[in-house]
Nanobody, 118 residues
């Protein structure tokens, strides 16, 4: 079983930056990718970014492309989300999750709140 803990959320003005971190522990050796999702009030959870643990390959939602950067440190079992040029519409709870090849994303962290003021 894998456990995930997010940190780094907070309140920031539009145009500012935040860096989210996610620490994975437990049985991490078989993980294929790590990802960030977010959920704004009254909206469904949406994909933000993912990174493949072995290759470092990445994929981003169109809404964050060019502003957010996902990275990982496999030695520390960490994944990061650098968020620049933040917009009020980026306000959401951000969740870290992992995926084993051929399976769905599971488990999920408890989330960290990001609030961007205009």
């Amino acid at each position: 079983q894998v456990q995930l803990v997010e940190s780094g959320g907070g309140l920031v003005q539009a145009g500012g930056s935040l860096r989210l971190s996610c620490a994975a522990s437990g049985r991490t050796s078989g993980l294929y990718s790590m990802a960030w999702f977010r959920q704004a009030p009254g909206k469904e959870r949406e994909f933000v970014a993912l990174i493949v643990r072995s290759s470092g390959g990445t994929n981003y939602a169109d809404s964050v492309k060019g502003r957010f950067t996902i990275s990982r440190d496999n030695a520390k079992d960490m994944v990061y989300l650098q968020m620049d040029s933040l917009k009020p519409e980026d306000t959401a709870v951000y969740y870290c999750t992992v995926r084993t090849l051929g399976k769905n994303y599971d488990p999920w962290g408890r989330g960290t709140q990001v609030t961007v003021s205009s």
